[in-house]
């Protein structure tokens, strides 16, 4: 695993997956299993056709013994994709999605393509968002290498797309800092000579004084 320690520094495409396979989906067991309890919490009882919230990860290990389906999220059906795309396009703000939506969605495109509906459909409307909010992205990236930025805000990003994000804009902002500090702090030799002159005869006051 990389070193995170630089806040500039990216995760992989797969630590953002292990993230994110955490996250809450429902399946429909086909079998009987008593609670499973883990670290992470307590999940089951499983019975046959009775859905059942679980991590993703044990979703797909339960899938990829056939002891399962799995439910696609809401927000991964074709209509709210659709209206999630037409809101993009016609927005400049980002439109609200799943934390981790590209990595849940590749998850279940790799391990439960079955259990989607309109997977083809499914698919393509998710490459159109994503293909949407790069180009924001970009154009945002465009305002802040052109104009002195102290900080940006860019709500509703996902994980990946603030794993992109993250290295340039630090970097960018830090240099900007540094620009600016250089500027407003001139070197000693810059100081006039007359300006050092009453500086030496300011001091010399104070020490007669005493």
Request: charge should be neutral; proline fraction near 6%; aromatic fraction near 8%.
């Amino acid at each position: 695993m990389a070193n995170h320690s630089d806040n500039s520094v990216a995760f992989s495409a797969a630590e953002l997956e292990f993230l994110a396979e955490d996250e809450m989906v429902e399946i429909v067991p086909n079998m009987r299993m008593e609670p499973l309890n883990l670290i992470s919490g307590d999940f089951g009882p499983f019975r046959p056709q009775i859905a059942a919230q679980v991590p993703l990860w044990l979703a797909v290990a339960l899938k990829k013994r056939g002891k399962c389906t799995i439910r696609p999220p809401e927000w991964m059906s074709v209509e709210k994709l659709t209206q999630v795309l037409e809101a993009e396009r016609d927005a400049e703000k980002f439109q609200l999605l799943p934390f981790h939506y590209v990595e849940i969605s590749r998850l279940l495109f790799d391990h439960a393509h079955e259990d989607i509906p309109d997977i083809y459909m499914v698919r393509s409307l998710i490459e159109d968002i994503k293909d949407v909010r790069f180009h924001k992205i970009g154009t945002g990236l465009e305002i802040i290498s052109k104009e002195v930025t102290y900080a940006l805000r860019l709500k509703n990003l996902s994980a990946m797309e603030a794993n992109i994000v993250r290295p340039f804009v630090t970097k960018a902002l830090q240099t900007f800092h540094k620009l600016n500090t250089s500027d407003t702090m001139p070197e000693s030799g810059n100081i006039p000579n007359r300006q050092r002159q009453a500086v030496n005869q300011r001091d010399k006051r104070v020490l007669k004084g005493r």
